[in-house]
């Protein structure tokens, strides 16, 4: 079902937000610090119902976001339809060795080069979903 | 300048930082509510030193973001070359009548038509920003 210019915002079921979270690879995490928040891009893989990422060991992004609750977004778009998929979790540090196999696949498609790293799993406690007609504004009131 | 696979991580100055921001139409809104955070992507406008953005009056975006701390990022990337930019400010409703003109200029190129609708400007405390070479992963320690 697609969205369009009457019903131009159409809510998206779990699966169907985690099929279009799956097909993506860049997504930006998002924490809290003392109610101050934090966000930062990052290259992920959808892996067995986590969301999986890599980052160096120490970095800002691991400190702020082990243990935490943190909110996940990624989106896409066409010229018809866009879409956002936002995922509320929380992340943890995976064990060395853990989830080899994806590992692999996430550090071959990784933008940033690290030499000294460690897997982060994001555990979903909420998948939600939109998907977006992209058209012209309605007349205001 | 540019990185390279010696140096893939090259930090932006604001200036450049803004730049970039201003050339896109497509971030996230990132705020913290009781120590957990929420994201929204966004169409927004970078205009006169703020980043201004539209939503539907009385929205979740709305009662969470305005006069908050908010961090928001936006990025792009080619073949070879990937950045991103986040801003840390805090976020207010515009007055009726105010930022007219790039105010149009936002609705049209917004994805979501909303009928009532408020204009929000997020003022910058800090503009952050870096460029990344996209390349194979490097040799590991």
New interface residues.
């Given amino acids: 079902m697609m969205p369009d ?1 009457e019903h ?2 159409l809510e998206l079921d779990s699966t169907d937000s985690w099929n279009l979270l799956a097909g993506s690879e ?1 997504g ?1 995490i ?12 990052i290259n992920y893989l959808a892996h067995e119902g986590v969301v999986l990422f890599c980052t160096a060991e120490g970095s800002k992004l691991v400190n702020l976001t082990i243990n935490r ?5 990624t ?1 896409g ?1 066409t010229e018809d339809f ?1 879409w ?1 998929v ?1 995922v509320h979790g929380t992340a943890e540090i995976l064990p060395n060795g853990a989830q080899t196999e994806a590992a692999e696949k996430l ?2 498609h ?7 790293y460690v897997f982060v799993a994001i555990t979903p406690e909420q998948v939600t979903g939109r998907r ?1 007609a ?8």
Same sequence: chains 1, 2.
């Fill in positions: 210019q131009p915002v860049l930006r998002a924490v809290s610090v003392g109610d101050v928040p934090e966000i930062f891009p609750h943190v909110a996940f977004e989106d778009f866009a956002s936002i550090l071959q990784s933008w940033i080069p690290t030499v000294k977006f992209r058209g012209p504004a309605p007349d205001r009131w």
